[in-house]
């Protein structure tokens, strides 16, 4: 029995990580939203991302690296690191959180049924990609889409978001992001593949591993070990010293779209 059967149903944010592991045909079949059909990409593979955030350090090696690899604006990102200020549950002492923040790349993803010319759909390798010479521009899947993830290129005026570097995937390399993370913290593979590493590493911390916003059904393919369960919604926190700001300087610190 493969991977996504074996993984089952816990409780509180763990049970999107269970709901995650449906097969993409189970999806499609249940109609659970009127995305276009899926196609590229291996229909024999699942690409996910584990983030251990027991190794984040809050570098930004990541999101720097993600930058330069696809040319995004100044002040526009794939994927950024939050870093917030809580209390600490130990101590209740000023504590700083990390959050790499990036495309879930969702089996029930919001921002593909809402694209009025079908600019945006899913691979079969469950990556989800944008065709900017479809794309007019709307933003229907930057406002639909809860994680924040999405945005409108200043310079192609269409949808801009991570592909987990689909382009560097197929040539046989790790995302951007994965390879500059000096703490190893991000962890890229194929579910499919029982001998991946993150299939491993999925089967050995199924039961802590959460999902962002679980409560949004998105089925989101972004797992994270390590979290702070404030941090699966809106968390009460301040932004830290030290964040990644936006063109017009604004911070971009942890928040995501009110759905």
């Known amino acids: 029995m493969d991977l996504a059967r074996r993984l089952f149903l816990s409780q509180g944010a763990k049970m999107t990580v269970g709901a995650a592991f449906v097969p993409l045909a189970s999806v499609a079949q249940a109609g659970i939203n009127d995305q276009p059909p899926r196609r590229g990409g291996d229909p024999a593979r699942r690409y996910a991302m584990l983030i251990d955030l027991r190794r984040c350090i809050g570098c930004q090696a990541c999101t720097v690296a993600c930058h330069i690899e696809n040319q995004t604006p100044l002040g526009k ?3 950024i690191v939050s870093q917030t200020e809580v209390q600490s549950l130990e ?3 000023p ?5 790499p923040r990036l495309c879930n790349h969702c089996d029930n993803p919001p921002c593909v049924p809402v694209c009025p010319v079908q600019a945006t759909w899913q691979r079969e390798d469950g990556i989800v990609v944008v065709d900017s010479d479809r794309c007019v521009g709307c933003a229907y899947c930057v406002q639909a889409c809860p994680y924040d993830a999405r945005f409108i290129n200043d310079r192609t005026q269409t949808a801009d978001k991570c592909t987990f570097c689909a382009h560097r995937l197929e040539a046989g390399l790790l995302p951007a992001c994965v390879e500059s993370c000096v703490g190893g913290a991000r962890i890229i593979g194929d579910l499919n593949d029982p001998e991946s590493q993150i299939a491993r590493m999925v089967e050995q911390y199924r039961d802590e591993l959460m999902v962002l916003q679980p409560d949004k059904n998105t089925r989101p393919h972004v797992f994270y070990l390590g979290m702070d369960a404030r941090f699966v919604t809106r968390p ?3 932004p830290s010293l030290w964040t990644v700001r936006n063109g017009e300087g604004e911070e971009l610190g942890y928040e995501y779209a009110e759905h």
Not at 95 to 99: G, K, P, S
Request: aromatic share 14%.
């Open 77 to 79: 990102f794939r994927t």
């Open 91 to 93: 101590t209740a002492e």
């Open 95 to 99: 504590a700083q959180f990390m959050l």
């Open 236 to 238: 009460a926190a301040e």
